[in-house]
């Protein structure tokens, strides 16, 4: 990889992050509605995911082109879970406020979207000895790479990843069991948000258990089907939400399908990096294209509902969402093509 193009990956995530905040901004600052006041923190809150990713991308690249210090292996990291902390604050403020206006959906998602942040984080942790990946796949010796992690290590890495899915799947059942429609709509959300969380469990699963040269047939089979199957939930999720809505209509269905493309976006990691693993792909190139497919379908999904917001205020928030979650899966084809260019043999 040229420094030039890894200056671009890396910029991309920055520039997604600084869309989602201006963006985020502009929804609250414009109007003093209550779709405003939920819109508008929960786009604001998508651009911490990219700060995430954009820590995830700097590790990667500064190995690849021989820049990694000690310093940047812990800085990275350590932004994310910071940022990932500060928006977990930020939410429980939110939905806990005595302030007039309702806080307590954005609230709460803002939290599933720390949680998020935090095992994004912990996949830029365990990326830290990304450059032994390549030198395993290529390798023919099923031995336990000395240099890798140490076993405690790897089950911490996963370990962290399952905590906080496991969070977030008990607090999406516990907001689905209160009454009233804003626990049904905070809770369908963070099921949404929950389904992203463990999809990142095979991610980090599979770069921690490459680098330690412990990744086999069932890595390579299970964890690309445990995050389509995620996707999958989110997806017919949205569509079952939307189909049996009651007047007035509920839109949250149209965001559990972005966030169903965003588990669709992950997907393309974790299936190239099962793909590429001690075998030659010749596609493997093209597994790109999935994030940016998908975040071209969250924006033209997007626009769609703008138009419709014109006409019916129901859907002003589900617009603005999907627009920052097509941010993030845009922010994922810089990862997965950071990734194949630091897998290839080439």
Known sequence: MNYGISVLFRFIPLLMALICFFFGGYIFGYGNDEARWVAGPVVFSLGVLCIALFATAATIIRQLIHTYNPVAKYLLPGMGYLFALGTMLWGIYLFSSPEPQNLFVPGHVICGVS??????????????????????????????????????????????????????????????????GDHLVAGSVMAGLACICTSLIGLVASISRQIRNDYGEKDRKYWPRLVFFMGTICIVGGIIELLAAPVPVNTTGFI???????????????????????????????????????????????????????????????????????????????????????????
């Open 115 to 180: 949680l998020i942040a935090a095992c994004i984080s912990t996949a830029a942790t365990s990326s830290t000895k990304f450059t032994l990946i390549p030198v395993n796949s290529h390798g023919t010796s099923d031995k336990i790479n000395p240099n890798g992690f140490s076993t405690t290590t790897e089950r911490v890495l996963i370990g962290l990843t399952v905590l906080f899915a496991t969070v977030a799947w008990v607090w999406a059942i516990v907001l689905l069991s209160g009454s009233g």
């Open 256 to 346: 559990l399908i972005g966030l169903g493309l965003v588990c669709f976006s992950i997907s393309s990691k974790i299936l190239l990096l099962a793909k590429v693993w001690r075998q030659e792909c010749k596609l493997a190139n093209r597994i790109p294209l999935i994030p940016v497919m998908t975040a071209l379908f969250a924006l033209f999904l997007g626009a769609f509902l703008f138009e419709e917001a014109s006409v019916d205020n129901a859907f002003f928030v589900p617009s603005r969402v999907l627009i920052g979650l097509g941010g993030i899966c845009f922010s994922l084809f810089s990862i997965v093509s950071i990734l194949e260019s630091g897998t290839s043999g080439k």
